[in-house]
């Protein structure tokens, strides 16, 4: 079963808007990474955010992460076309024994031309 | 630096028989898991090596197992194959699988099961 639960499901956004996509999860994590895949494809990596950093950003990425609460956030600013694709929050609750990611259902974000 | 590779990119079997999957990962990553994406049970962990060794396994059943070999490449088997094993299998890998590491995936192999 699945960790965490994302929401909104789908998001349908114009070109220019801002996207946020939301990720809650029920375990104590170690980190959270955010992964983007176009059509069945591959996962590409994002963002990771370890338990203990509260907010992170990348280029156009700004996620944030409550631990209290069991969330995180994924900002997309400036949205653009090639943002389209699903994206996915993973937890990872390994420890030095190595790791294993456990996935959020997913956010289909649409961005209009 | 080559990213993660995974061959073959598709598949079709018959139920009963079946396949292995292979899966080469960055250059100096030992690290190597794999996940089965499928639109029902979404994406779910499958299992983690490291050093030629299981180190985590998911729930699945025995039919799925794996192996790395001492170039840390990775290979994927599922015996008697079903109807439900039909999905994306994914494989990932990080330089040593720890809380700290990126994971990295390949394209993945889409198995269709007949």
């Known amino acids: 079963s699945q960790q965490g639960e994302e929401d909104p499901q789908a998001l349908s956004i114009q070109e220019g808007e801002n996207a946020t996509m939301n990720c809650s999860y029920k375990?104590?994590?170690?980190?959270l990474q955010w992964y983007r895949q176009n059509s069945g494809r591959g996962l590409v990596h994002l963002i990771l955010?370890?338990?203990?950093?509260r907010e992170k950003h990348s280029g156009r990425l700004r996620v944030t992460l409550d631990t209290s609460k069991k969330s995180s956030s994924l900002l997309i600013t400036a949205s653009r076309a090639a943002d389209t694709a699903s994206y996915f929050c993973?937890?990872?609750?390994?420890?030095?024994?190595?790791?294993?990611?456990?996935f959020g259902e997913g956010t289909q974000l649409t961005v209009n031309p | 630096k080559a990213g993660v590779t995974q061959t073959p990119r598709y598949l079709i079997k018959t139920r009963g028989q079946q396949v292995t999957l292979s899966c080469s990962p960055i250059?100096?990553?030992?690290?190597v898991s794999w996940y089965q994406q499928t639109p029902g049970q979404g994406l779910q962990f499958l299992f983690e090596?490291?050093?030629?060794?299981?180190?985590n396994k998911g729930n699945f059943p025995g039919r799925f197992s794996g192996r790395q070999f001492s170039n840390s490449r990775s290979e994927m088997n599922v015996s008697t194959l079903e109807l439900g094993d039909s999905a994306l299998y994914l494989c990932?890998?990080?330089?040593?699988?720890?809380?700290?590491?990126?994971?990295?995936f390949g394209p993945g192999t889409r198995l269709t099961v007949l």
């Open positions: 990932a890998s990080s330089l040593a699988g720890g809380y700290t590491d990126t994971q990295y």
């Open positions: 375990t104590s994590i170690n980190n």
């Open positions: 993973a937890t990872d609750a390994g420890g030095h024994d190595g790791s294993r990611l456990t």
């Open positions: 090596y490291f050093s030629e060794t299981q180190r």
């Open positions: 250059s100096g990553h030992r690290s």
């Open positions: 955010i370890r338990s203990n950093e």
